[in-house]
């Protein structure tokens, strides 16, 4: 509960009131007491510049209009005000762009309330400069309204530091704030909401101008209600990009945070399969390409297509070598998983002259030791990164599944290669579906193996079958002696399964339809003796026959 006893302007009422997630409108609905004069102690004055030439934002329409006028509006340079010019009058220049001076203005008549002034020549009478004047000369036109210091204080710590600093401007019934014509319905629909708690505003370019007018008065509670209402809105790719490429001002407010998720969730969904959609992807700028790059559902080959990604990303946006490398050490570079990257990519990396030399031999070797770590420690390991933006040891849902491989050359070529599937994964396969472990290599030649779900033709019952392939590669052929064992409960041992020999062709396969001799409701059972916490472990063994 809150202390009756708090003073309305201490700073943890501010917090509580504006900041608590169980405030809602109905408890605090002002919408009366909006400029009316009987419940209000002072009065703003706005004053509404006029934009430049190319800075309107009436035909802002659509979110590609609106990002292009905002982008000028964050390229404008202000010209500073003359200060020892405004000795009697000083102006809280709030143009929403960027918040510069901060002042007070002393005005001896008293305005009508929301009273629309045209200028005139005579607006410079209140200063001494000829400079100010010339500066005053744009002002299109001047708004006043009754505000209530209490309410407006206790939705805005910009407001609550401006009628509580201490000074004797702060005392002044009178306040100006100074916007260019552009932002004027942002900061109605701000101040409206201020008392009531609504908005009016419906489209996301409008709803997007309150949020940033919202920001740069810290309207908390008005930038979380903007993006709740655009988080409803339809997402598009514009949209979502849009939202990620905000002013670092307002990602960094909490209240906008749900809204970034929720653009990077759907870009991540969109080009899950980046294959379809390769054109786009290149064209994405670094935002959208860092929310794809984080997600664990990348349907990829493997990592190794990733890092191939990344680098012909990185070369079409950033040719000059310097700044690509920049970005790939800076940005880019924590979203690849070398870990999983194969040994031969990982060579390739070492002499990669678009990686910085340290970087990629850190990433190398911290890659090799994680190869080299019993399974057990490498799930440890992932756990541990699970929460961090990088996520480098967890695992992508890849096409072709990791593998561990161990050569020999002599007495003879042979290697064994190690596959661990997760109970998930197999379930997956039914009723007719198969995964492809990653590439491997016995005499210069490249093998995979692939997991099954068949139907056995000779019970008519789906079961669980593994396969041996050769790459495609012209009119080799080899003949090779294979084995498949995989562990068993109780021993957890490895048990042959299937032994043979087979001279291969290119793009040819051989292997076995039901590897456990059981239907595969038997081999999916919850007592299954091949499943050891979670996981299959199979192992094939190869041996090159002379």
Not at 4 to 33: Q, T
Not at 105 to 126: F, I, L, W
Not at 343 to 350: A, D, G, N, S
Request: glycine share 4%; charged share 25%; hydrophobic share 40%.
């Amino acid at each position: 509960m809150k202390d009756k006893n708090l003073d309305l302007f201490d700073p943890r009422s501010v917090m509580d009131s504006d900041y608590s997630p169980n405030a809602s409108g109905r408890d605090a609905d002002f919408a009366f007491a909006f400029n009316d004069s009987n419940f209000s102690d002072r009065l703003l004055r706005i004053e509404i510049m006029a934009d430049a030439p190319s800075d309107g934002a009436d035909g802002c329409q659509s979110l590609a209009d609106w990002a292009r006028h905002r982008k000028r509006r964050r390229e404008d340079t202000k010209k500073p005000v003359d200060a020892a010019g405004c000795a009697e009058e000083q102006i809280l220049n709030c143009n929403l762009a960027d918040v510069d001076d901060a002042g007070f203005e002393n005005e001896d008549e008293e305005p009508v309330a929301m009273n629309e002034e045209s200028p005139s020549g005579d607006e410079a009478a209140n200063s001494n400069d000829s400079n100010w004047s010339m500066d005053c000369s744009t002002v299109l036109r001047v708004k006043t309204l009754h505000i209530s210091s209490p309410i407006l204080a206790a939705k805005s710590p910009f407001f609550y530091k401006l009628f509580s600093n201490g000074m004797r401007e702060s005392e002044q019934r009178h306040v100006t704030l100074r916007i260019n014509a552009s932002e004027e319905a942002a900061l109605m629909e701000l101040l409206n909401f201020m008392y009531s708690n609504t908005l009016s505003a419906t489209s996301a370019p409008a709803l997007l101008d309150v949020l940033m007018a919202a920001d740069k008065f810290e309207v908390a509670s008005c930038m979380r209600h903007c993006s709740r209402l655009l988080r409803n809105l339809p997402m598009t790719p514009e949209s979502a990009l849009l939202y990620l490429e905000l002013p670092s001002s307002v990602l960094m407010a909490d209240a906008v945070q749900p809204l970034t998720d929720a653009a990077k969730q759907f870009l991540a969904a969109r080009y899950k399969d980046i294959t379809k959609f390769q054109e786009e992807v290149m064209s994405l700028p670094l935002a959208g390409i860092e929310a794809i790059l984080a997600s664990d559902d990348l349907q990829v080959a493997s990592e190794d297509a990733v890092y191939d990604l990344v680098l012909k990303w990185a070369r079409a946006q950033y040719p000059k070598l310097e700044e690509r490398k920049e970005i790939l050490g800076s940005r880019l570079g924590r979203y690849i998983r070398f870990p999983y990257m194969t040994c031969r990519k990982l060579k390739k990396v070492l002499t990669c002259n678009d990686f910085d030399h340290d970087l990629a031999s850190k990433v190398v070797l911290e890659s090799l030791f994680f190869k080299a770590e019993a399974p057990h420690r490498q799930r440890a390991l992932a756990a541990e990164e699970s929460a961090t933006s990088s996520r480098r040891f967890v695992e992508r849902a890849y096409k072709y599944r990791p593998i561990k491989v161990i050569e020999f050359e002599m007495p003879r070529h042979q290697c064994v290669v190690y596959l661990d599937l997760k109970r998930e994964e197999c379930a997956n396969l039914f009723p007719n579906g198969r995964v492809y472990s990653q590439a491997f290599h016995l005499g210069g030649q490249g093998f995979f193996l692939s997991a099954h779900c068949n139907m056995d033709q000779q019970n008519a019952s789906n079961c669980f079958g593994l396969f041996l392939g050769m790459q495609e590669k012209g009119s080799v052929t080899f003949a090779v002696d294979y084995e498949f064992s995989a562990r068993s409960k109780p021993t957890e041992e490895y048990i042959s399964k299937y032994k043979g020999n087979y001279t291969f062709t290119g793009g040819k396969a051989v292997g076995y339809r039901n590897l456990f001799a059981i239907s595969w409701t038997s081999f999916m059972a919850e007592d299954s003796l091949y499943f050891i916490n979670g996981i299959l472990h199979l192992r094939a063994e190869l041996t090159i026959r002379n």
